[in-house]
């Protein structure tokens, strides 16, 4: 049995497959993949585009959501191996995964990291056991990674610019007024190098370089299709001849939980934001952001409201990936 849980898991072979199945559903929306079936779509987290997008998606194949709040309308499970559960958590995720795939048929998971032991938490521990002791298949709808993003981000930027095999792709931090989780920029080094694009990464300090898993996948990508990984601190440098730009903020992984002196560095970033005299440096380039966005803060006014962003359209591809991911899962698990 197969899980959605990372983009590194699968090939690019598998992942152009969905791209396509989605594209396929873009222009014919209702399937029959989940017919009879229910898909349980756990949030730890709060959500828009994901929450509606997986909602409407399962309806569209014929399928049965079922909510789970696990803020508010579920209590608190265990994961750790070995706990003696004496308070806290009443619930082990051995017996929660086990029992709730005996309703339903898939299982969906949205649970940030807690921003306090990067060492521990860089190891995806809630939907790692989940996907461990579920009987059916398991998606990650964000965690350390967002997978479900990845795809929507590659499928409209081949859209827009078609085949991208040695493109210039620039994953640029960007300003933000507190340390965000490090998932969407970690997926997007993923697909860029999975996908054969030449990958930089603009950083106001090496001090925000992603996790050396993530940095050393997308080595092992590059070097496979023949490509770079370059890391710079100089946006002239990141932005000239670029044909894609994706914006995206998050925290410095030395000060893991322990922000207040990160400060100093956060502010070399000032200037990063996204703007028209950075894009006229690069080769036309299209730009994107996984929303939501700080406007004016992280990308301008003029760059969001141009004809180059291409925010909306991954937006809008999340819903239809989502359900090529959902039919894939259920169809090689025969369920």
Request: include cysteine.
């Amino acid at each position: 049995m197969r899980h959605f849980l990372s983009t590194e898991d699968w090939s690019r072979d598998d992942l152009q497959a969905m791209i396509e199945r989605a594209r396929a559903f873009r222009d014919s929306p209702q399937g029959e993949a989940l017919k009879g079936k229910s898909v349980a779509l756990m949030f730890f987290n709060p959500s828009l585009r994901t929450r509606s997008s997986f909602d409407i998606g399962v309806h569209q194949l014929g399928g049965h959501a079922v909510m789970l709040d696990a803020q508010g309308q579920t209590w608190p499970l265990e994961f750790e191996e070995g706990a003696v559960m004496d308070a806290g958590p009443e619930e082990h995720v051995k017996e929660a995964a086990r029992v709730l795939s005996r309703y339903v048929d898939l299982i969906a998971i949205r649970c940030f990291p807690k921003f306090q032991d990067w060492t521990a938490e860089r190891e995806d521990p809630l939907i790692t056991a989940y996907a461990k002791y579920a009987t059916v298949p398991v998606i990650n709808m964000e965690t350390i990674v967002h997978p479900c993003q990845e795809l929507a981000m590659m499928m409209a930027l081949q859209d827009r610019i078609g085949d991208v095999r040695g493109k210039d792709f620039l994953l640029t931090w960007v300003p933000h007024p507190k340390p965000l989780n490090t998932a969407v920029a970690n997926s997007a080094l993923l697909i860029a190098s999975k996908f054969g694009m030449n990958v930089r990464l603009l950083i106001p300090d090496d001090v925000y370089r992603l996790d050396e898993r993530y940095m050393g996948a997308a080595k092992r990508f590059c070097a496979a299709a023949g490509t770079s990984l370059t890391v710079t601190t100089d946006p002239q440098e990141g932005y000239a001849g670029a044909d894609a730009v994706y914006g995206k903020s998050w925290g410095a992984l030395p000060f893991y939980g322990g922000w207040e002196a990160e400060a100093p560095y956060r502010a070399k970033g000032a200037g990063f934001m996204i703007d028209e005299a950075k894009m006229a440096l690069t080769k036309d380039g299209v730009v994107s952001h996984c929303l939501p966005m700080r406007r004016n803060v992280k990308i301008a006014d003029a760059v969001v409201d141009g004809p180059d962003f291409l925010g909306i359209e991954e937006a809008e591809n999340r819903l239809h990936v989502q359900k090529a991911i959902m039919e894939r899962l259920i169809t090689e698990a025969g369920s």
